[in-house]
């Protein structure tokens, strides 16, 4: 592989087909990070409940 050229391409050509650069880029990566917290919000919500409902069990037996 050859040297780096200042637009951070290597000698052998620019960027691969569908790498996004720019504005479209940081746009997909907000989605993919709200998408992310997203799922770590529902997952936490569900184990929370879970914790409540065995707790719950648990002092059921009593």
Request: net charge positive; proline share 3%; charged share 15%.
């Given at each position: 592989m050859g040297p780096v050229?200042?637009?951070?391409?290597?000698?052998?050509?620019?960027?691969?087909?569908?790498?996004r650069t720019g504005p479209?880029?940081?746009?997909?990566?907000?989605?993919?990070?709200?998408?992310?917290?997203?799922?770590?919000?529902?997952?936490?919500?569900?184990?929370?409940?879970?914790?409540?409902?065995?707790?719950?069990?648990?002092?059921?037996?009593?």
């Amino acid at each position: 592989m050859g040297p780096v050229n200042e637009t951070g391409a290597g000698a052998a050509g620019g960027f691969a087909q569908g790498v996004r650069t720019g504005p479209a880029r940081s746009r997909a990566l907000r989605v993919l990070e709200f998408t992310m917290a997203d799922l770590a919000f529902v997952a936490t919500t569900i184990a929370v409940f879970a914790l409540v409902a065995l707790i719950a069990k648990g002092v059921a037996k009593l």
